[in-house]
């Protein structure tokens, strides 16, 4: 079967019932698994236990908790909790966020992320694994203490969401899974090189990672919300370039466009949110989002799977309505199905 995930918002203004309804509409479509990061709103394993208590197939993964945010030791009790809870549906997704979210937000340094994330992974790996967690690591010296629990999973799934050179080396040596976002279908192919690369010097295979960026999609019926959509689109993009620190600047302009966002954030600066949106160019979206009608929609997102994705994972821009998140489901899903129909709300993703 065609591997596709989902992300949902981890918002406020995602109700219980919108995620709940769009988490069962997905499963009943053949989606693998259901991601939902944070950041300053719902943390993920609450809303994950809830989507847990209300499905049976659906993968559950962490897209993407902050090393900086909690313990290693205490990931490692949460995610076996999550898989217990799920009877073996947990995925753990890891990653560094940014300078901004972790010093503003949690009040912690943001120091040493690349090794921090290293650490983080081995000790949760060995927590998992049943085994005494004594490690001595540069940041972490743990000794005595053995996880109280038990995974349902013999080897439970640990994606890392990694962008920068360095981190798509450590996510080819250790990790099962690599968890991109805002990634260019052009510079794809160059990316899982870099992460295939740092997997054979590891004894690995590319095989054994599951490439799964997430892909801000919008199917629309007409030109009006095809604008609508391309318009949200440019409003979430500008807002990690512009609102989020140096590190999805800094991407962006790996793969490009400096100039567009330059602009943005030039625009940012000065509190002009409409024209830092307008920056966002044509074929930032062409390259970068899934938009159209359904029979485009598609053929953008196998234009993914072509260029390297194992497992394309479906977004949605800020804002989006759950009669428009279940429309373009319903387009994308990787099987045929018939589920219930969903009543308007706001779920967009983080």
Same mark, same amino acid.
């Given at each position: 079967?065609?591997?596709?995930? %989902?992300?949902?918002?981890?918002?406020?203004?995602?109700?219980?019932?919108?995620?709940?309804?769009? =988490?069962?509409?997905?499963?009943?479509?053949?989606?693998?698994?259901? @991601?939902?990061?944070?950041?300053?709103?719902?943390? =993920?394993?609450?809303?994950?236990?809830?989507?847990?208590?209300?499905?049976?197939?659906?993968?559950?993964?962490?897209?993407?908790?902050?090393?900086?945010?909690?313990?290693?030791?205490?990931?490692?009790?949460?995610?076996?909790?999550?898989?217990?809870?799920?009877?073996?549906?947990?995925?753990?997704?890891?990653?560094?966020?940014?300078? !901004?979210?972790?010093?503003?937000?949690?009040?912690?340094?943001?120091?040493?992320?690349?090794? /921090?994330?290293?650490?983080?992974?081995?000790? $949760?790996?060995?927590?998992?694994?049943?085994?005494?967690?004594?490690?001595?690591?540069?940041?972490?010296?743990?000794? /005595?203490?053995?996880?109280?629990?038990?995974?349902?999973?013999?080897?439970?799934? $640990?994606?890392?969401?990694?962008?920068?050179?360095?981190?798509?080396?450590?996510?080819?040596?250790?990790?099962?899974? @690599?968890?991109?976002? @805002?990634?260019?279908?052009?510079?794809?192919?160059? %990316?899982?090189?870099?992460? !295939?690369?740092?997997?054979?010097?590891?004894?690995?295979?590319?095989?054994?990672?599951?490439? =799964?960026?997430?892909?801000?999609?919008?199917? =629309?019926?007409?030109?009006?919300?095809?604008?609508?959509?391309?318009?949200?689109?440019?409003?979430?993009?500008?807002?990690?370039?512009?609102?989020?620190?140096?590190?999805?600047?800094?991407?962006?302009? /790996?793969?490009?466009?400096?100039?567009?966002?330059?602009?943005?954030?030039?625009?940012?600066?000065?509190?002009? /949110?409409?024209?830092?949106?307008?920056?966002?160019?044509?074929?930032?979206?062409?390259? $970068?989002?899934?938009?159209?009608?359904?029979?485009?929609?598609?053929?953008?997102?196998?234009?993914?799977?072509?260029?390297?994705?194992?497992?394309?994972?479906?977004?949605?821009?800020?804002?989006?309505?759950?009669?428009?998140?279940?429309?373009?489901?319903?387009?994308?899903?990787?099987?045929?199905?018939?589920?219930?129909?969903?009543?308007?709300? !706001?779920?967009?993703?983080?």
């Amino acid at each position: 079967m065609t591997r596709t995930g %989902l992300t949902l918002s981890s918002r406020q203004d995602a109700s219980d019932q919108d995620l709940i309804a769009v =988490a069962r509409e997905a499963e009943a479509l053949g989606y693998e698994t259901c @991601w939902t990061g944070e950041s300053w709103g719902r943390d =993920a394993f609450t809303v994950l236990t809830l989507l847990a208590c209300h499905t049976k197939t659906l993968r559950l993964g962490t897209g993407i908790i902050p090393v900086f945010s909690r313990t290693p030791g205490l990931i490692a009790q949460s995610i076996a909790s999550l898989d217990l809870i799920s009877q073996g549906r947990a995925v753990l997704g890891l990653g560094t966020s940014g300078r !901004a979210v972790i010093e503003g937000w949690h009040g912690v340094s943001y120091r040493q992320p690349l090794q /921090r994330t290293r650490e983080y992974l081995e000790i $949760i790996r060995l927590a998992l694994s049943g085994n005494p967690v004594n490690y001595q690591g540069e940041i972490f010296q743990l000794q /005595r203490f053995r996880l109280g629990l038990s995974p349902v999973q013999q080897h439970l799934p $640990i994606y890392l969401a990694s962008l920068g050179p360095k981190n798509l080396r450590l996510t080819g040596e250790l990790a099962d899974g @690599w968890l991109p976002i @805002w990634v260019d279908q052009q510079r794809l192919p160059d %990316l899982k090189e870099e992460v !295939a690369k740092a997997a054979s010097a590891a004894g690995r295979d590319i095989s054994q990672i599951t490439v =799964a960026p997430q892909i801000l999609c919008c199917v =629309a019926d007409n030109p009006e919300e095809l604008a609508q959509a391309e318009r949200e689109a440019r409003i979430h993009m500008s807002y990690y370039i512009g609102g989020m620190g140096q590190y999805y600047y800094n991407l962006f302009c /790996r793969f490009g466009y400096r100039a567009e966002a330059d602009a943005v954030r030039q625009a940012w600066s000065e509190g002009n /949110r409409d024209r830092a949106a307008d920056a966002i160019s044509d074929q930032m979206l062409d390259n $970068i989002t899934v938009l159209g009608d359904a029979e485009t929609c598609r053929s953008k997102l196998r234009r993914f799977r072509e260029m390297g994705a194992d497992m394309p994972v479906v977004a949605f821009p800020h804002g989006a309505t759950r009669s428009s998140i279940v429309k373009t489901l319903r387009a994308l899903a990787p099987v045929s199905a018939t589920a219930p129909s969903a009543e308007p709300g !706001a779920v967009g993703s983080a």
